[in-house]
């Protein structure tokens, strides 16, 4: 009988595996971000950290200086718009587990950007 219910458990363990959450993947970025951004450029200022939060991969600002909108894909891509007032940046980059990086453009100025999973 022992050797019955092992069978019988290695059986469920192997079904239940694939019935995990379908949506898993889209959401395995989900969680409150600190995003510094570095500007190339001294007229454009020193930078700045950012808050944004991600849920079900839609991104959305955490401040309410700044707005923030965008998207994160399943394989951690990412695209997002950050304004505040008139100024206006757009951002290009990836995520994986618990950073990330990638280049920003506004109209007069462009820089780079980090991420990390607070």
Do not use: H, Y
Not at 22 to 37: L, M
Not at 100 to 107: I, Q, V
């Amino acid at each position: 009988m022992n050797a019955f219910r092992k069978a019988l458990f290695a059986a469920a363990a192997v079904i239940a595996v694939p019935l995990a959450p379908a949506n898993a993947a889209t959401s395995s970025f989900d969680g409150a971000w600190n995003v510094r951004i570095a500007s190339s450029s001294q007229a454009c200022g020193n930078g700045a950290t950012v808050a944004i939060g991600i849920n079900n991969g839609q991104i959305a600002s955490s401040s309410a200086a700044v707005t923030a909108s965008g998207r994160v894909a399943d394989a951690g891509r990412i695209n997002v718009t950050l304004s505040t007032g008139i100024k206006r940046a757009v951002g290009f980059g990836r995520l994986s587990g618990t950073s990330g990086s990638g280049t920003w453009r506004g109209a007069m100025c462009t820089g780079t950007w980090t991420a990390e999973r607070m």
